[in-house]
């Protein structure tokens, strides 16, 4: 053991002694029943784990130079765990006692806890105990001698070791700091490199980037410096999230692969995940679909090592989107940056001491203001000298900054500024020394925590929650009996705690979490001694590793697990499908009796079962089998795994091609489960599901008929968080079954769902049963669906009750006819309603008797009210929807009136859609509107989204330039959208530049979409000016006239033009005045057969053609007539596939003047 792994030796140990002592302490004191051997063993056990202790305590203070007490340390903890084995093998046989003991008829029920206290341990258990007492005496016999090795001289030592660091505690991440000295590559990135890449100067770099419209962006920089915190503040730049229509943040793993890559990106951009897709070419079809043309952001986080080859492959295959998409790369290799950098690389130096002194500052403080000015002065010059040890790393600042604020004392800080981790030298160690400091000053089960991280491959995703499972299957997480806390909410404090003090950070689009490169080195060293991450490129596996990950589709690297071993998790991350790997991981799993976490989500089994070697896992807490394709688990399966927390049998019909598993009888006995991912019919099929009291996780009860599977069996699940969704309420006999599932007391759920399905049943029935499932006051969303009630019990219109309701869902409660008075719930955000088919009118019942409607309602959407006529305003509501921001309305097909005008202070998205009789149009987006009606824009001053659709009697009275706010426009088939009035002003227009009225115009629009409804009329020239207009499509017109001709010279910010379904034979001649065009797509143009002759715009990146007249096509080959034309534009697309360019074709000025020069001559002559 050498370097860093023997300084840190000592600071995985103290844990792992002070949880097995509790549980050892258990057994003392005459809570149990042991006989004379065995309290004699457990007492010699307790006394020698006490006297080892306190040289741990000493040991992990600091820096271990000693190889021998780095051995020790290391001997000392297999013996602990050796006696963890032996103490979770008591406890086993105690709840399995206790399991039985339930089950007993009631006469022996009495009896049953005698059983339970006494304790009489097998003869195997009592050899194994005897043999961990032998160990530690011996080590005992060492202890005095290493005490005095390691032991300082406390007077002398820093204070350190005597002032406590209180900590602070927080409940969510810190709020984003400002960038400090990064503002100029900040503008520069955004401004100068992603919104307007043209401005740069340098034509070989346009000329590089215009190669296949694509740009690579790298920023370079040493770890720590700030590369990751300046992309994710361009990453969620506002301007920037309007642009980009596909955005992604990919963490890029040590070993560049491109399956993985792509994988990652289409795991990002989809809504439903895909599990299908293996090849190559799969992946690409899939991303391409994705992207369809669209302009993207990716963002490949943390690039590291020597991946030249792999990138380009990448780079070639990567599909290609709209013009101006953007490849953002963060890494340390400059020499790639500049390989691959289309418009040149950022480079970020370290900050210079003052600009990190002030950001220093502002971890070190924070909010924090009761401090004298004295005080603050002192620990101003502690904190300048520390600064200047940090090498301008604003990483450095962030740790050294939260642990300095963490104790605000004089002596502490200076502790911190004297530590031996400053004078490390840097050959020695590969850990910055801020980061090491703010390791060891961590408390040492945050520490074990951190340091178990480093199974997970290198910048994987973390799910917070899944990892919080596994540190309390690994009894990391203590629970004192007089915290009212669950472990669960403890160790999300404590993720949040080391989320602050970044060794954990957000991915990019807020997912979940990853660990930052320098911090995953860091887990990597500290936890060398107990876990191991094996790949096709690692060592051989150290002695003593207790957790073991596993990364390869090699078979021959898997022989490397030994035969015998104490492995306590293991998690495989390797290929799905890898012929043999079943029975090989089957083979290795059967050495791992004293597994605790086993996560096989990434396997692929063989067979309907999983691996026979878990039956024999009796210390297992933490199980994955998810999307293994599994059908099946052993019978023999709950009395086996009575220590099982955690259970995720979670399928995808992708995978295997069912969601349901078949469970064994007695699933009911794993009475510490906690947690249980599956599908609701697979959970439906656990009879007396009530005796697992421990559960917290069960996001779907099926209500079943008959006795383990009734609505009662809700009753003890005390425990039950975040969402539960009861289907098949029908079931449910009574108001009295139904309170017997005792939801009030259920007081951690925030969601409940109700669902009945559509069996006939009395309509009475319903609501006596909604009665008795009243749930807890504190819930914020509640969901009912298919109730048959004809009104809701009296708790519905209770606003105490829900007061903190805030999202309320019904749907397909057929026979309501009254709704409640949902209006007067303070909390309430988001209302949805669909199917009511009884509900007549929407009134005054909703909104009840107060002068405020929905005093909070941002989102209100009502669809599918068949019988619903009206939607009305009571007079005496002074306040209605004040906060409105988003309405839908649709297919509601008899409303006739609807008070859309009320909503024009706030209100910025509107989407009605299929209400045919709707006549009362003051604001719209509208589709398939039958009537004659008009659309008033003056109280639309808020609206960014309009839709007019397929509504031939819809005029506009006002003026459209008054809605300033307006970023997307979308008309379609509205042949009379204009009034009387607007025809003037259409014809003053008509044959005129728009210069003449440059005051007027849609400042905002940046997105149109139009038919030959309004162009054949004219009415594009009452929208004005359109300065920021960047997509326009235009579709089903016959011919451009002059008007429109001179209409489009004017949109020089326009980026992308799409023509579609248009019977025009010729381009507007004033194409090639756009100075900004970027994308030019023709699609559906049957009668269009040239382009126009003065040229498309030099700025053209790619032209698409699809479906378009054949003379068209084939000029635009590179045989063609049109070729000289386009031969500049770095991607030709024609009927979906790139048109390859002639290996000896000229340079694009030189093609551009032989075409000019040839329209000259066919001019002169007259050809």
Not at 114 to 123: A, E, H, T
Not at 160 to 187: C, H, N, V, W
Not at 1138 to 1164: C, D, M, Y
Request: with cysteine; charged share 25%; glycine share 6%.
């Amino acid at each position: 053991m050498t370097g860093i792994e023997l300084l840190v030796g000592g600071w995985f140990a103290s844990p792992v002694i002070k949880r097995v002592l509790e549980k050892a302490m258990k057994y003392v004191g005459g809570n149990y029943k042991l006989n004379k051997n065995t309290e004699e063993l457990i007492d010699t056990l307790t006394g020698k784990l006490a006297l080892c202790q306190e040289t741990v305590k000493v040991a992990e203070r600091r820096m271990i130079n000693s190889e021998h007490l780095a051995v020790w340390l290391n001997k000392l903890k297999r013996v602990v765990y050796d006696a963890e084995d032996v103490l979770d093998d008591m406890e086993a046989k105690s709840i399995k006692d206790q399991v039985e003991g339930k089950n007993m008829v009631s006469k022996f029920a009495s009896s049953s806890l005698s059983v339970i206290k006494n304790m009489f341990l097998p003869d195997g258990n009592h050899k194994s105990l005897n043999e961990v007492v032998d160990k530690l005496n011996e080590l005992c016999a060492e202890n005095t001698n290493f005490l005095n090795l390691v032991n300082m001289n406390i007077m002398d030592e820093p204070n350190d070791l005597k002032l406590s660091a209180q900590r602070e505690t927080i409940s969510r991440p810190l709020e984003k700091m400002k960038l400090y000295g990064r503002q100029q590559e900040y503008f520069d990135l955004i401004l100068e490199m992603i919104l307007h890449p043209d401005t740069k100067s340098s034509e070989k770099k346009k000329q590089k980037y215009n190669n296949r419209g694509l740009l690579v962006i790298p920023i370079v920089g040493m770890g720590g410096v700030g590369k990751t915190a300046l992309a994710q503040a361009v990453y969620n730049n506002p301007e920037v999230q309007q642009i980009f229509k596909l955005k992604a943040w990919i963490s890029v793993s040590y070993i560049f692969d491109i399956k993985l890559v792509l994988r990652k990106l289409i795991q990002s951009l989809s809504v439903v995940p895909r599990f299908d897709l293996m090849t190559l070419e799969d992946l690409l079809n899939s991303l391409s679909q994705i992207i369809n043309g669209l302009r993207y952001l990716f963002v490949l986080d943390d690039i590291c090592g020597k991946i030249e080859n792999q990138w380009d492959i990448l780079y070639k295959t990567l599909p290609l989107g709209s013009p101006g998409s953007v490849v953002l790369i963060t890494t340390q290799n400059q020499a790639f940056a500049n390989r691959v950098g289309t418009l040149g690389l950022l480079m970020l130096n370290p900050l210079d001491t003052k600009t990190l002194l002030e950001l220093l500052k502002s971890f070190m403080f924070g909010s924090i203001n009761a401090i004298s000015e004295e005080k603050r002065n002192n620990l101003e010059i502690i904190g300048k000298q520390i600064a200047r040890k940090l090498r301008g790393l604003p990483l450095a600042a962030k740790i050294i900054g939260n642990i300095l604020r963490s104790n605000i004392n004089e002596e502490y800080w200076r502790t911190i500024s004297r530590s031996e981790w400053w004078n490390m030298p840097e050959g020695r160690s590969q850990i910055l020394p801020s980061i090491a400091i703010g390791y060891q000053h961590l408390d040492p089960c945050l520490r074990q925590c951190f340091a178990y991280c480093s199974l997970f491959p290198r910048h994987s995703l973390i799910d917070k929650d899944r990892l919080v499972q596994m540190w309390i299957a690994q009894n990391f997480i203590h629970h004192d009996s007089n915290d009212a806390r669950k472990m669960e909410d403890i160790g999300r404090e404590w993720f949040d705690k080391l989320v602050n003090m970044s060794f954990f950070e957000l991915a990019g689009d807020y997912n979940g979490y990853v660990i930052p490169n320098l911090m995953y080195d860091l887990a990597v060293v500290v936890s060398s001694d107990e876990c191991f991450f094996l790949s096709d490129q690692s060592n051989e596996i150290p002695q003593g590793v207790h957790h073991l990950a596993v990364d390869t589709k090699n078979l021959n690297v898997l022989q490397q697990i030994p035969r015998r071993n104490h492995i306590r998790s293991f998690f495989y991350f390797g290929y799905p499908h890898v012929d043999g790997m079943f029975s090989t991981i089957n083979k290795i799993l059967s050495n791992m009796e004293s597994i605790r976490v086993l996560d096989l989500s990434y396997l692929h089994m063989e067979t309907t079962k999983p691996p026979k070697a878990i039956e024999n896992m009796a210390h297992l807490r933490f199980l994955d089998l998810s999307l293994t394709g599994i059908k099946e688990l052993s019978q023999s399966f709950p009395n086996d795994h009575y220590h099982l927390q955690s259970l995720n049998i979670q399928q995808s019909a992708l995978v295997g091609g069912s969601k349901l598993v078949k469970l064994p009888k007695g699933i009911n006995k794993l009475i510490n489960l906690r947690h249980l991912n599956a599908d609701a019919d697979t959970i439906a099929q656990i009879s007396g599901i009530g005796q697992l009291v421990n559960l917290q996780e069960l996001d779907k009860y099926r209500v079943g008929e008959t006795e383990g599977n009734k609505i009662t069996e809700l009753k003890n699940l005390r425990e039950l968080s975040g969402r539960l969704i009861i289907m098949d309420c029908e079931n449910v006999r009574s108001k009295e079954e139904a309170e017997q599932a005792r939801l009030p007391d259920k007081k951690n759920l925030n969601s409940v769902a109700l669902y009945w399905t559509n069996a006939q049943r009395e309509p009475n029935i319903d609501k006596e049963i909604l009665e008795g499932l009243k749930p807890y006051e504190g819930i914020t969303e509640l969901a009912i669906r298919s109730y048959m009630g004809l009104s809701f019990p009296d708790w519905m219109t209770d606003s105490n009750l829900l007061q903190n309701l805030q999202s309320i869902y019904l749907d397909s409660c057929s026979d309501l006819q009254v709704l409640p008075p949902l209006g007067q719930l303070p909390s309430l955000k988001r209302l949805h309603i669909s199917v009511l088919n009884s509900v007549k009118m929407i009134d005054h019942c909703l909104y009840g008797i107060d002068k405020t409607a929905f005093p909070c309602l941002t989102h209100f959407i009502f669809s599918n009210l068949i019988s619903c006529g009206e939607w009305t305003r009571p007079t005496w509501i002074s306040r209605f929807f004040p906060h409105l921001s988003t309405l839908e309305i649709r297919y509601n097909v008899v409303l006739t009136k609807a008070p859309l005008h009320c909503f024009s202070a706030s209100l910025k998205v509107l989407k009605i859609l299929g209400c045919y009789n709707l006549t009362s149009l003051n604001l719209l987006p509208v589709n398939n509107c039958d009537m004659s009606t008009s659309l008033n824009t003056n109280a639309l001053m808020l609206l960014e989204d309009l839709v007019l659709e397929d509504c031939p009697g819809l005029s506009i009275e006002g003026d459209l330039q008054s809605l300033t706010n307006l970023k997307r426009l979308e008309i379609r088939k509205c042949p009379k959208l204009m009034s009387n009035s607007m025809h003037d002003i259409i014809n003053k227009q008509k044959g005129k530049s728009l210069e003449v009225n440059q005051a007027k115009g849609l400042w905002s629009l940046s997105d149109l979409i139009m038919d030959q409804s309004l162009l054949d009329n004219d009415y594009h020239l009452i929208l004005g000016r359109l300065p920021s207009l960047r997509f326009l499509r235009c579709e089903g017109s016959e011919q451009f006239t002059r008007d429109q001709t001179l209409w489009f010279q004017e949109l020089t910010s326009l980026q992308e033009l799409s023509i579609r379904y248009s019977e025009i034979t010729e381009l507007p001649s004033s194409l090639v005045t756009l100075p900004s065009l970027r994308k030019l797509e023709l699609k559906f143009c049957s009668h269009l057969e040239s382009l126009p002759e003065n040229g498309i715009p030099a700025s053209l990146l790619e032209l698409d053609v699809e479906n378009c007249f054949y003379k068209l096509v084939w000029r635009c080959q590179p045989e063609g007539e049109f070729w000289p034309l386009i031969a500049h534009v770095p991607v030709i697309r024609i009927d979906g596939k790139v048109i390859e360019r002639p290996q000896n074709s000229a340079g694009t000025s030189i093609i551009r003047k032989a075409w000019r020069l040839a329209t000259l001559h066919r001019k002169f002559w007259g050809i």
